[in-house]
Each structure stands twice: as C-alpha cells, then as structure tokens.
C-alpha cells in the first residue's frame, strides 16, 4: 500500500508508516525518530514515531530538508556514532514513501537499542619505602646485568653489607615477588573514576615477525629512562634518592606496566631462539598490542569511589562494532579534588593498565598525596588489641601471655625483641632490638562504641626479669591529632582533628593523658579518618622519660619495658572486660561487655587476655654499636702509626688489630672487614662475624689475615705481576635495632689507609761462583 498525500497548501504532506520487520513479541523496541538536516548541516525539524509506527511530513517540511536521518532518538542515540543512522536524499526518502511502507531490516534496528555497559574494581593507596624504587628499578634491570648483578649480590651477601636498599631483601628476589612485596595498601573511599576506552585491532605475531626490531627499540628507549643503581658504597652512606626511579616507573601514581617489565622483555627478544618470540609476544598484551594497534583512548563514562574502596560504574551505549581481530580495553583514571585543586592519583591510561570489561581490577595508587580512608570493621563483638608498630604487625613482637593487668610470664632470652624468627624482608637477621621512636596503632572495634568506651591511655613501665612492674607508670603525653576526608561538593577537604591529651574527672580520682578513640561512627557520613594513623608516638629516647635507658654498662642488657593500654568511659571510669578481676590500677573501674585481645599471626584469630588492661613487654636498646680500627698488623706484629708502608714477601701477612660491637651482643647484626686496592682495583672480605669483638674494658681483637700476593693479586694477577700498591681496609659494623617502619640496619665504620710492597727476589752469588765466571 502506497503513503498516503493529504491536505493543500502548506498543509500538504506525507502519511506514512515505519515497520520494524522482524521483530517479536518478545523482543524490546527500539524508540526511532526521523529528523531533517538543512543545507547547513543543521537538524531544523524532529518528526516523531507513533507506537503503531504511523507519521506524518509536511510538505513544506520536505522541501526545506537537504538530508532526512532515521534512527533513535536523540534521548537515546547520545553520543551514538553517525554509522548507526539511516540518511537519505530527500527525493529517494520521498519516492521510497511512495512505494509503501517505510521498512527498517532488523539486523539495523537492533543496533539502534542501547545496552547498558557496567565495570566494577576497587582503589588502594600504596605506601612503600623509599628502597622500594630503588629495589624495583635493579630487579627491572637485572635481566640484562646478571653476571654483575650476581657478582654484586654474592659480594654483598658474603660481607653482609645491608645498610639501605640491598639489605632489605634476598638476593634471589625476582621481580614478580618484590611487586607483590607486603607493602600496607588501604581502600581509597573518596575520589572520581574515570573510564576510557579504546579498539585495539592487534595482529599475532607469526615466526619472523617484521615488527621485532622496532619493538626491541621502543624497549631500549624505554630501559634509557630507567636509572641505574648504583653499586653500594663501601665505607658504606645513604642509599640512592630515590625521585629518579618513581619518575621512571610511575605515572602520576600508577607502575608503568611495560616499564616493570622491559628489562626481562629485552633480555627474553634477544636470547629466546627465533621459534620461540612469536610465542612470547602473543602471551603479553602490551607487548602484543601497542600504541599504534590502538585507537585514542576515549573517555566514556565517570563515576565515584564507594565507601569501602570499591566502584561499579554503568553507562548506556549503543553497541560498539568491531571488525574481526579487533576488541576493546578499558582503562581508569582516579581524581581527588582538594578544595580548587584537582590531582590524578592513578593514570591507568598512560602507564598502560588496560583490562577487560569484567576484570575487576585493584588500582594501586603510589601517590604520595592519596588521601585513603581507614577500615575499621563494621558491627560485630567489642575488642581491642594493638595492632602494629610503624610496619611491623604486632604478632612479630616477642611479648609472653599476660599474668595480670600490668604484668607478663618471665620473659626468655629475647623475650620483648622483634622478629624473634627472623624478619619479614627475607634477611635472616632475627630477635632485633627496638628503638627511636614506636608508633603504635591499635585496633578499637567500632562496637566499643556501644559498651561506653570514650578515651583510652598509654603508659610505659620498667618490667623485671619475671616481667613483674617495677616503679609508677608513665604516660604517653604528647599532643595527638588525626586528619579525616571529608566529603564536599566537587571533592574532599582534609581537616586535622585533635584527640588529646585531655583529662576526666571520674569517681574517686582524676584521669590524666586520655585520647579520644577515633571511631568511624562519630564522624558523620561525609567524613572517613585517613588510613595509616597511629594512636601512640613512644619516642623511647626521650630523656626526660624514666623508660628511656641510655646509659647501661657494656655487657649489661638495657632495660625492657611493659607498655600497657587502657579504655576509659566518658566520665573518666576505667572499662575492663565483663568477668575480669580489677586492674589495680588507680581510679573507679566498671565492667563492660568487651575483650583484650593480642595477635598471635599477621591473619587469623587472636588470643583473648582475661584481664582489666592489656600489656606487652618491649625490650628497646638504643646504643649505638661501635667499629673501630686500633692498629694495623704485618706478620701479627702491629703498628699504629698514622702513615705505614709494608715491605715483605708474597707470603706476609695482613690484619688488623679492631674493635666491633654493641654493647650487648645479641644487638649486633653482623660486622665486616674488607679491603680494596687502588683505585677501583681489586677487593676482598676479610671476616664476617655476629660475635662482639674488643668490647672495653677488654684489649682489641685480632683480624683473620690475608696474604701480600693474595691481595696484589686477587681476583686476577696482573701482566707484570704488581709488587706494590695503595690499600684501604674498611670495618663496618652492624646494629639490628629499628622502630619497626625502617627494617634497615644503622651501621659504625672506620677505616684505614696503607701500602704494600713486595722486595724482588735476588740471587745471592754462592761460593764465589759468579767472580770466578767473570774472571774467565
């Protein structure tokens, strides 16, 4: 049936209809309209579909169109790409009219339904030590220098020099495992998530491939902006800055995800038999598919963080084509605004994190100006229980079973040490003293808030060797604030809020030094406390403290210390937990419906302390230790002399005569005697102990001794054999004490300068043998 023509004048048009053909009962229908586009390009006229398909065109409409479009309507089609419409010439629109019905195949009204498209993640900001960039950039490197990579690590393995960045590893530390190292991530609940998308059509590599010299180019390139680390000093110093490398490897908060991997990459194109480089390429996406098999990443939706870290964020689009061998990747970008300012802390898009639709991924901000909210737990049983100390979670702190409110079991020899079996960083180096200054974080379970918990206190107290309290406590008094996120339009303010010292009025007695706990509920629900914030600062060398203990003799153990924690209701009464015996400690006490808790293991269950006040014993010794040379000893006779010069033979011996300790052995990580010839010329260790050497008021010790010819010589001899030489001998000595956020080892060093020179041999003339040869 043709279209029908009506009316006269300018009200003259055309009455047609739009058939949707193939489309079922059960199928959903599209909402179509038909516009008009003058000369200009300009839409001027929206003619609207009736559901039964029926419209109508004036006639004066169809002589003002230079193009007619059918296709979704604008609320729908957004930003719907122009291949999604029909367009027509006016004549052939009007003549297709005229003809019948105006009939639209289903294979193109299909693509005029948008469809919903959702990706779902969560954010964590990511605080590692300065030596983590430093440590990623040698493992991204290490491909390409293994034999002075393994050189350098056995040389400092067998001298344990670890002072800084080395130290805190193994030497066998791949790359994959120092990028999952257990570094502290927190959720990040308050910022903007934008998604972009881009149509990667990415040929397989086949055997051969042409395109592996450029790709072996663009990886040089970027191995150059890569900085070397250096070798480790020797006298030992600060480790590298470590801007450099976070430049390299990081994108405004985000790793470089080829960067991490281009020194294993370069060394795999390069060595990999030529059958085996299709194979490696096509099993890593960013190798395979690169900027230019990408189209521009688009930005496509935007969304907001949820409370506890994660995003779901949806979008309607109409259904993207993609021609065979193609397919599309998605990549985030995280906003924080502070009050004018807005600062990217994660930039998947250019550090090349790319993910499927449905990954879900976990973006990991290294942006140090990431604000991150605290996860403290929702509803659930009342508890506390110290949770770390700087880094280090508390289950690795030696303390024994609680005996009372304030008091511990008899501690063991190492009873109140760190790692007492060994530390988190692969080192080996065990039972570690504590020192400077421990910040303490605890665990308030957020149902304290329903058992009346208000305040808490910190107290130190000297503990004896049956871990008994010896003396009054004392408080922790320093000034305490916390920054919290708060939510404001357009972005997040971060406001400091003080929570103490203050003091209650209870019952019987005044409390002093109490701190308001911080729990989530009294903030509000546009306000989050920043992760990462501790509770207590224990500076244990403040002298005007009676824990702190500078002073203890040589070959006496400083003092350990009982640190105990209390809650306090709002009125100043000290809570304990339903069932327990009183405290004995000052001032008015109620039960309450709670528990003191102490962590056994990093996860998993706690142990219950069924007392009125929880306490565990540190043992912090702040002295330092001691590396001094006293003399220099050719063949065990010793010299100390500002300026010696050795003369012997190959077979003479070199030592030293040396203190290197710490005041109680058990603190002293290692000590190290070394030497090096020249200038950049051969070097060798001499000795490696964990044992106190020369503590006073004893006599110095004596070195191992090497050779003259070993150390002219070694490693290799050289052409003429040297017979004499500059020297430095090196002594470093190591402390294993640390404040449980720097796992590094403070160090004393000496050394000394000396030469070596070994006399030619001569032939002595026997029996007048030569003047008789000369005679003749």
């Not at 911080?518 to 207590?536: I, K, M, R, T, V």
């Amino acid at each position: 049936m043709a279209s029908e023509q009506k009316g006269s004048g300018s009200g003259k048009g055309i009455n047609s209809k739009l058939v949707l053909r193939g489309l079922n009962k059960e199928d959903e229908k599209p909402q179509v309209e038909i516009t008009l586009i003058d000369r200009q390009g300009k839409v001027f006229e929206t003619v609207e579909i009736a559901e039964d398909g029926a419209f109508g065109l004036p006639l004066g409409v169809i002589e003002k169109a230079h193009r007619i479009r059918v296709g979704p309507t604008e609320t729908e089609s957004g930003e719907a790409p122009s291949t999604l419409f029909l367009n027509y010439r006016v004549a052939d629109f009007v003549a297709r009219l005229e003809q019948g019905a105006l009939d639209i195949g289903r294979s193109v009204w299909r693509e005029w339904l948008f469809r919903y498209r959702c990706v779902s993640g969560s954010v964590r900001r990511c605080r590692p030590s300065p030596w983590w960039y430093t440590q990623l950039a040698e493992a991204i490197r290490y491909p390409l220098s293994q034999s002075a990579r393994g050189f350098k690590l056995n040389r400092l393995a067998s001298a344990s020099i670890q002072p800084t960045t080395v130290a805190r590893l193994p030497g066998t530390l791949e790359l994959g495992e120092l990028i999952a190292w257990p570094i502290r991530c927190t959720p990040i609940c308050l910022g903007t998530i934008e998604v972009y998308r881009r149509i990667c059509c990415c040929e397989p590599w086949v055997f051969t491939d042409h395109r592996l010299e450029r790709l072996i180019q663009e990886l040089e390139r970027l191995l150059e902006r890569i900085p070397e680390v250096p070798d480790f000093p020797d006298p030992p110093g600060p480790g590298p800055d470590p801007a450099p490398f976070q430049r390299a490897i990081l994108h405004e908060g985000a790793l470089d995800e080829r960067a991490l991997h281009v020194g294993e990459d370069l060394h795999a194109l390069r060595t990999l038999p030529v059958e085996r480089i299709a194979e490696y390429v096509n099993a890593r996406p960013y190798l395979l598919c690169r900027r230019y098999e990408c189209s521009e990443p688009v930005k496509v939706a935007e969304g907001t963080i949820g409370a506890d870290g994660r995003f779901n964020i949806c979008w309607h689009e109409f259904p993207v084509l993609l021609r065979r061998g193609c397919h599309e990747e998605f990549a985030y970008k995280v906003k924080q605004r502070f009050g004018p300012f807005t600062i990217t802390i994660y930039n998947g898009v250019n550090a090349g994190h790319w993910y499927d639709a449905d990954d879900n991924p976990v973006l990991r901000s290294y942006h140090p100006l990431a604000v991150a909210c605290r996860d403290n737990g929702g509803e659930g049983d009342a508890f506390v229980y110290l949770d770390e100390i700087g880094d280090t979670d508390s289950s690795r702190l030696n303390t024994p079973d609680q005996t009372s409110a304030t008091s511990v079991a008899s501690p063991g020899t190492n009873g109140g040490v760190a790692f007492p079996s060994g530390g988190p960083d692969g080192n080996g180096a065990h039972d570690r003293n504590w020192g400077g200054t421990l910040k303490l974080a605890i665990m308030f379970s957020e149902s304290m808030r329903d058992t009346g918990a208000k305040y808490y206190r910190v107290s130190v107290t000297e503990a004896d060797s049956n871990g008994n309290p010896v003396g009054s406590p004392e408080y922790v008094t320093s000034g305490l604030s916390w920054n919290k996120a708060v939510a404001v339009p357009g972005g997040v303010d971060v406001v400091s809020e003080s929570l103490g010292p203050v003091s209650t009025s209870a019952p019987d007695e005044r409390q002093d030094s109490l701190y308001l706990i911080p729990f989530d509920g009294d903030l509000g629900s546009n306000a989050d406390w920043e992760a990462d914030q501790y509770h207590a600062y224990l500076n244990t060398r403040d002298v005007t403290k009676q824990w702190s203990d500078p002073d203890a003799d040589n070959g006496q153990p400083a003092k350990r210390h009982l640190v105990t924690i209390e809650v306090f209701n709002a009125a100043g009464e000290r809570l304990r937990p339903n069932g327990t015996p009183p405290s004995g400690l000052p001032g008015a006490e109620v039960e309450a419906a709670f528990t003191y808790r102490r962590k056994i293991q990093d996860t998993g269950p706690t142990n219950m302390v069924p007392y009125g006040a929880l306490s565990h014993l540190f043992w912090w010794d702040n002295r330092d230790v001691v590396a001094s040379i006293e003399d220099l000893r050719m063949n065990g006779v010793a010299s100390d002399e500002e300026c010696q010069f050795m003369n012997g033979t190959e077979s003479s011996t070199f030592g030293i005569g040396y203190r290197a300790y710490h005041p109680w052995q058990m603190f002293q990580k290692n000590h190290v005697i070394s030497w090096r010839r020249g200038l950049s010329g051969g070097s060798d260790t001499m000795h490696n102990s964990t044992n106190n050497v020369g503590v006073p008021p004893g006599a110095e010790g004596a070195s191992p001794t090497h050779t003259f010819g070993h150390m002219l010589n070694h490693p290799t001899p050289s052409t003429p054999p040297r017979t004499k030489c500059a020297f430095t001998v090196f002594l470093t000595t190591y402390n294993k004490r640390t404040d449980g956020d720097d796992l590094s080892f403070s160090w004393d060093h000496d050394n000394a300068a000396f030469a070596l020179d070994v006399a030619p041999v001569v032939c002595v003339p026997c029996n007048g043998e030569d003047e008789e040869e000369d005679d003749d």
